[in-house]
């Protein structure tokens, strides 16, 4: 028989039956029943030809495979301590299979190949075909788990049939100890009680100590189900050390401790709240125990209310909903104007840098901090794009004046200045993305933050002096409560006084959202330094154009659940057009949230506000913003608005949910 013939008794030849039932069919219905009688007995002697030769075909098959095998275990006088079967890719079918593999499956041996889906259900072969020798999988088969391991051959034959074989390893017993262990590791948690000194404040040593035993029953309570080691550190400090198995727990409940706390109250009213950090996969408890400080420090950085987890990548965030409440200390601002102005004098020079497209806030702040570099006699350089900013009005007064006129400068001119005693002081940003030159805060060591957004996983680190206050309504106030320890009324200059203003003007809304009685202090400080709320005013007008240009943003503003305006506009615009937009949305009755999306270029710009409970930033943070709870937005690249807008509603939806 030549290789044509002998290829029409191959497998997955059906089809070539099924048109010679069709012939005998056609031959029948044109009334031609003696061809019809011929061409069926034809078809029968050919089908069972073929079944013949396949069942032989498969038989040679096995017993192929099974005097290898013999002759393997004769050789090692072993059995063969691996189920095994060969399967031949393509149409994946079980060809042979040794009496370990048919005890673990129930497989029985036929004389026509079985697919293997039927045998195997949930075992695919494409990692075969792709060339890897490791199903990526576990397999469990009969209550037990196996790792599958497999190679390949051509076999010799005029189709060039791809074989495979499967070897089964079963490793219950090492995965339940694997298993056990992973659950088993240590956790280590941090719990701190945020406003404690608020909760005990004119309390009488009797009232503190109920206090004291009300904070400790809740969190006692919460913490018992995990049969844990809960010790008490500092007066609202906890240490709270469980397995992992029981973290999952906590994430499913959303960290109900978060909730249950705020049932503590002070005489006055107010609620109890902590923060928790979370330390877990360190390799010993020392790690663990420094991821979970550092949860804690970028818990309170967000504003507390929350629970943060560090593993080896990154950080994990829940809660933090809620408004935050002011709790900062004028020492802290004391003792950083007192470092700072140190730093200052020991260095060479100083560059100032805000976020990208600096807006009034971050040119305020930049100011203040010019400022100081002023009374220390030093040469202050600001790192701004002249081209691309949002306070072109402002950064033209500035220039006009003298102490002005050479301090703005590139990130590239800012790189050829620089040396290795230069200073480098960020403000209104915390995140290294976002700086108006990346490379320069990669090139200079020492580096300085003065910022009151939210901190998100990516910030900047190290620092040398960090005032970062999540409370603060802005740069610019952080910036005026420096300057009152560290510079006379007198080595202000006007036009510093207004920037400062200008940037509280700004990101309060007018002082509308996001304030508190330190902003109004830093306010009526700079009005006696000479600011003037009139020119401030007229800094923040818009022309004609440009207005009627942000109500045809808002006119393409559409409410989602109820209370949420989202404008998603396909053409571009610029950044202060959105914020304003977005700002003006605001003023709606009924809508407590807003967001402008629209395209620039290669990237998606999202703007947002809010005057209600909901926390813009965590919003955005999914998508890579950030911000704070009124005011966030984000740059999203290589994407459309349509694509950014679906993750815009998904992320609401899940703020929601939790």
Known sequence: MNKKLGRLFWPGL????????????????????????????????????????????????????KSAFNSYESVSGTDTPFPMALIRLGDNSLIWANDRFSQITGYQPRYLEQPLHRILPNLTTDWLASGKHEY??????????????????RADDPEQTVLAMLYFSDLTELYQVRDEYIRSRPVVSIILIDNYEELIKNLSESAISNMNAKINDVITKWCEPCHGLLRKMERNRFLFVFEKKDLQRAIEDKFSLLEDIHEVTSPSGLAASISMGIGVDGSNFDESYNFAALSIEMALSRGGDQAVIKDRFNFTFYGGIAKEADHRSKVRS???????????????????????NADMDAVGAAMGISCMCRKKGKQPYIV??????????????IRQVPEYRDVFISGQEALLLADNHSTLVVVDTNRPDQVESKPLLEA????????????AADYINPVVVNLHEPYASSAAELVTEL????????????????????????DTKSFNVRTGERTFEAAAVLRQWGAETVEVKRLMQSDFQDTMAKYQIIKAARLYRQDIAIAALNSSTSRTLAAQAADELLNISGISASFVLYPDEDQVFVSARSIGQTNVQMILEPLGGGGNTATAGAQIRNTTVKDVLDKLVASIDQFFEE
């Open 14 to 65: 059906w089809v070539y039956f099924i048109f010679m039932a069709g012939f005998v069919v056609a031959a029948a219905l044109f009334q031609q029943y003696v061809l019809a009688a011929v061409e069926g007995a034809v078809m029968l002697l050919v089908i069972a030809f073929y079944i013949y030769c396949r069942a032989k075909r498969h038989r040679t098959i096995q017993h192929f495979v």
């Open 136 to 153: 990526p999988y576990d397999m469990t088969i009969g209550g037990r788990r196996y790792r599958i391991y497999g190679t390949t051959t």
């Open 334 to 356: 004391r003792v950083t104007a007192n470092s700072l102005m140190e730093l200052i004098g020991h260095s060479s020079q100083v560059f100032i840098m805000g976020h990208k």
């Open 384 to 397: 701004l794009d002249l081209e691309n900013n949002s306070a072109e009005r402002l950064i033209e007064e």
């Open 444 to 455: 200079i060591s020492k580096v300085c933050v003065v910022d009151h957004h939210r901190r």
């Open 483 to 506: 300057l009152q320890y560290s510079v006379e009324k007198t080595d202000v200059l006007p036009i510093e006084a207004k920037s400062l203003l200008a940037g509280l003007f700004l």
